[in-house]
């Protein structure tokens, strides 16, 4: 398949921050961060109370998914907008969450889509054998979709996972791609999506992190509201526990995020036969 992509750091350019660099710092791992990284989210922490924690709870809740998902016994997974692998060296030690799924569930299928070329270059290295990686701008879905046929079963049951990414797609690029994946994906399948929130936020502090967000990475950030963030399952069922703040998906006991902050919606839908 092609690796051209035109999305959020398709081209290497360290003179402009991105949305998996500056993640990746947030979460405690900057080592592979460049300067408008780190002036991106020493911004973004000044903007946005307890940031840091927020997107640290954001990629928790994300393993607790997966977790739980490879352990009731799905087995394919498309992790769109994945990032780039940390290894466990962010502050919680998290590990990737390829590896959260080959420990529960060996022989399991992997795929990493990302615009990143720095993302999609590490996760090439460091998920070798346990994932394959494709370099598709999920604005783009009809790409997005045929790296799913690649190097997925589509006759199975497959788990999407949209972890902090939707929010950087307008109203119609997100409709447009949770209606191909909905008309692509089998009977069974499950998305998992987390996206910035504006419900029960500060408005000044929204809008100043927005601002600050889009000018220090050139690209557009959308957060929405409760009813918004639920309405993009569209076709999708949403299951237990609903759309719930990240910190409240599957909580584990020695949960460490804060719970007053402005944590990003969580929901996981299921595709049911039409």
Do not use: C
């Amino acid at each position: 398949m092609t690796t051209e992509s035109t999305g959020p750091g398709s081209t290497f350019d360290p003179s402009t921050a991105t949305p998996s660099r500056t993640y990746a710092s947030l979460r405690g791992a900057p080592n592979d961060a460049f300067a408008a990284d780190r002036e991106a989210v020493a911004e973004l922490r000044n903007a946005i109370e307890k940031v840091d924690e927020v997107v640290r709870e954001n990629a928790e809740a994300l393993v607790r998914a997966v977790r739980y998902l490879a352990s009731v016994g799905y087995d394919q997974f498309a992790d769109l907008g994945g990032g780039r692998p940390l290894q466990g060296l962010d502050a919680r030690k998290l590990p990737d969450l390829a590896a959260v799924a080959a420990q529960e569930r060996p022989g399991m299928r992997w795929l990493l889509i990302d615009s990143d070329i720095t993302a999609i270059t590490a996760s090439r290295a460091i998920l070798r054998g346990i994932a394959e990686t494709e370099q598709v701008d999920l604005r783009d879905p009809t790409k997005v979709l045929k790296a799913l046929d690649v190097h997925l079963d589509l006759n199975r049951p497959v788990i999407v996972i949209l972890g902090a990414v939707l929010h950087f797609l307008t109203d119609w690029e997100a409709t447009q791609l949770m209606t191909a994946l909905w008309g692509d994906l089998p009977t069974g399948s499950m998305m998992v999506v987390t996206h910035v929130t504006s419900t029960g936020v500060d408005p000044e502090m929204v809008a100043l992190g927005k601002a600050s967000y889009e000018a220090r990475h050139s690209i557009r950030i959308y957060p929405r509201t409760e009813e918004e963030i639920t309405a993009l399952a569209g076709g999708f069922v949403i299951r237990e526990p609903g759309v719930v703040a990240t910190v409240d998906f599957m909580p584990s006991p020695d949960e460490l995020a804060p719970k007053e902050a402005p944590h990003f919606l969580m929901w996981m839908a299921e595709r049911l036969p039409d």
